[in-house]
């Protein structure tokens, strides 16, 4: 083969697969695409794990799976109808992420609440039962019966629960209201990357919190091979039944990765918290507050006045963001030695007792309802129904919920010499009673 020839077939593979490459739409028949894109809306189900029972050529199959969001899996009793159904999806380059396999028998190859919609065609034998067995709670048995489509859910059950703040919630109370929860009986599914970057400098993994079926967490996703690279920091989603990856975004400047190993900062994990359909997160270590749409990933807004926020708790309708206007002591780290830098975070990098703004916000709206300078304590902000409360460094506060005023103050509970960033103290707040250690 000539090198000019070599070149020629070279540009039209490269042009050949672009599409795939680039992550670029599909091409799919218009009947198959218009159906799928009709089923996906009648369940409402916006990305995780489909199954596509009596999946036939291939074409529904490989239509369900809209945006990378969705992991689509065929199966169909038809050894001829699954090879068909694959070359036909890997002619349009997406196998991967659509797959097909034989049925044989009646028990569908998944573990129990996994598939967040199962698109039933022809059942071959398998009873709802199994079919309602493998779908998450709030999945969706779709089946086509009579010329129409038949839609069943599964239902949450009251007895499991949401992680919805570091602590569980707004109160600092780290104890779930679930009684699923147990000792660990198998795998629910494994996740990319295996491992974290480094043991000897921070956690890759700098927050993680769920809700209504989903994890969202902040991770370095930068080279696993050296520590030395640079960070890539992400905000990701993930389906928490089946792990599938709902959407990313970009974080811009976090906190120094070499930042020395066990030692935080803990305040990073309050940064994130999840209620609903709705995140609250900073997306960048010197950054404002913003409210993404969990299910798209999209920032519905960015809180006005919330400064550099620290820290954020979401307490029944009121958003509080803890905003510091001046330049964080964190921002200043650089390592310096290759280990021994813990010495460090103890000595150099405490709280520096400056007053903060606390700031309150309607949920619903984004509106400013009001805000108060004070030094507030790392890690001691906690909201219930009857008030907010911090630690100043000397006593705990209680402000009043709408208008942010001072309601009461206990006495003296002070703290140490120091406060560092790698732990802090504790303020809890349940049914009513205030516990500061």
């Known amino acids: 083969m000539s090198v000019d020839l070599f070149r020629n077939l070279t540009r039209l593979s490269i042009l050949f697969l672009a599409p795939v490459l680039l992550g670029l739409p599909v091409s799919l028949p218009a009947d198959e695409s218009g159906e799928a894109r009709s089923i996906l809306d009648s369940t409402g189900v916006h990305g995780g794990l489909v199954v596509h029972l009596g999946s036939g050529n291939g074409r529904l199959t490989a239509a369900l799976r809209r945006t990378s969001a969705y992991q689509v899996h065929?199966?169909?009793?038809?050894?001829?109808?699954?090879?068909?159904?694959?070359?036909?999806?890997?002619?349009?380059?997406?196998?991967?992420?659509?797959?097909?396999?034989?049925?044989?028998?009646?028990?569908?190859?998944?573990?129990?609440?996994?598939?967040?919609?199962?698109?039933?065609?022809?059942?071959?034998?398998?009873?709802?039962?199994?079919?309602?067995?493998?779908?998450?709670?709030?999945?969706?048995?779709?089946?086509?019966?009579?010329?129409?489509?038949?839609?069943?859910?599964?239902?949450?059950?009251?007895?499991?629960?949401?992680?919805?703040?570091?602590?569980?919630?707004?109160?600092?109370?780290?104890?779930?209201?679930?009684?699923?929860?147990?000792p660990p009986e198998h795998l629910q599914w494994v996740g990319s990357p295996r491992w974290s970057r480094h043991h000897d400098r921070m956690a890759s993994m700098s927050a993680m919190v769920s809700a209504n079926g989903r994890i969202v967490y902040i991770m370095d996703e930068g080279s696993r091979i050296t520590i030395q690279t640079p960070s890539r920091w992400k905000l990701i989603a993930r389906d928490a039944f089946n792990g599938v990856i709902l959407w990313k975004r970009s974080i811009g400047k976090w906190h120094h990765h070499l930042w020395p190993l066990k030692s935080g900062p803990t305040q990073l994990a309050r940064r994130l918290v999840a209620i609903g359909d709705?995140?609250?997160?900073?997306?960048?270590?010197?950054?404002?507050?913003?409210?993404?749409?969990?299910?798209?990933?999209?920032?519905?807004?960015?809180?006005?006045?919330?400064?550099?926020?620290?820290?954020?708790?979401?307490?029944?309708?009121?958003?509080?963001?803890?905003?510091?206007?001046?330049?964080?002591?964190?921002?200043?780290?650089?390592?310096?030695?290759?280990?021994?830098?813990?010495?460090?975070?103890?000595?150099?990098?405490?709280?520096?007792?400056?007053?903060?703004?606390?700031?309150?916000?309607?949920?619903?709206?984004?509106?400013?309802?009001?805000?108060?300078?004070?030094?507030?304590?790392?890690?001691?902000?906690?909201?219930?129904?009857?008030?907010?409360?911090?630690?100043?460094?000397?006593?705990?506060?209680?402000?009043?919920?709408?208008?942010?005023?001072?309601?009461?103050?206990?006495?003296?509970s002070g703290r140490g010499k120091n406060s560092s960033f790698n732990f802090g103290p504790k303020l809890v707040v349940h049914k009513g009673v205030v516990i500061f250690a």
């Open 74 to 182: 065929g199966l169909d009793t038809d050894a001829e109808k699954v090879k068909a159904a694959r070359e036909h999806i890997h002619a349009l380059g997406i196998y991967g992420g659509v797959s097909v396999d034989r049925l044989t028998g009646k028990r569908l190859p998944y573990i129990e609440n996994l598939v967040n919609l199962v698109v039933i065609e022809d059942l071959a034998g398998v009873g709802m039962d199994e079919v309602l067995r493998v779908l998450a709670p709030r999945g969706v048995a779709y089946a086509r019966v009579n010329g129409g489509w038949k839609k069943t859910i599964k239902p949450r059950p009251e007895n499991i629960d949401d992680w919805t703040h570091f602590m569980h919630g707004p109160g600092g109370n780290a104890v779930a209201h679930d009684t699923v929860v147990g």
């Open 278 to 412: 709705r995140i609250y997160v900073t997306r960048g270590l010197i950054a404002p507050l913003e409210e993404i749409d969990a299910v798209t990933g999209k920032t519905l807004r960015v809180y006005e006045e919330s400064g550099a926020t620290e820290e954020v708790i979401v307490s029944d309708g009121l958003v509080l963001a803890l905003a510091n206007d001046e330049l964080t002591q964190l921002a200043g780290y650089v390592p310096k030695f290759n280990v021994g830098d813990q010495r460090r975070v103890l000595t150099e990098f405490v709280w520096n007792k400056k007053p903060r703004r606390v700031v309150g916000y309607e949920a619903g709206t984004g509106k400013k309802l009001w805000e108060r300078s004070t030094s507030v304590a790392p890690l001691t902000l906690a909201a219930d129904k009857g008030g907010v409360y911090f630690h100043d460094g000397r006593e705990v506060v209680c402000l009043d919920r709408k208008t942010g005023k001072e309601r009461w103050r206990a006495e003296s």
